[in-house]
């Protein structure tokens, strides 16, 4: 079983950028979706960004559009969300998932998603 493991959090300024990484333990599988969720205070957890193994096609939640980049090296198992001009609302615990392949349609819904890492957490100051 493949674990995952996030880093990058931390407290930033609004308007910084900040990237996140998610290393594989072992290698994701061909066809394996990969994916960005994110759980503020008080709140589910949502998604953010999603990337298949060839990283086309690319998904973004319409809250990050023109300001996370999400990309991947499977050469490294790693994930990276680069994200800029950040807000307060960014404020979260970040996770990143795993969804091997045959998974259905549904990037954005956590019930496709066969592994998590246990979070990092960004603050943006205001």
């Known amino acids: 079983q493949v674990q995952l493991r996030e880093s990058g959090g931390t407290l930033v300024q609004a308007g910084s950028s900040l990237r996140l990484s998610c290393v594989a333990s072992?290698?994701?599988?061909?066809?394996?979706?990969m994916g960005w969720f994110r759980q503020a205070p008080g709140k589910g957890r949502e998604f953010v960004a999603g990337i298949s193994w060839i990283s086309q096609p690319i998904r973004y939640a319409d809250s990050v559009k023109g300001r996370f980049t999400i990309s991947r090296d499977n050469t490294q198992n790693t994930l990276y969300l680069q994200m800029s001009n950040l807000i307060p609302e960014d404020t979260a615990v970040y996770y990143c998932g795993l969804r091997n392949p045959g998974r259905g349609p549904s990037w954005a819904s956590q019930s496709e998603y066969d592994v998590w890492g246990q979070g990092t957490w960004v603050t943006v100051s205001s």
């Open positions: 072992g290698r994701t599988a061909v066809g394996s979706v």
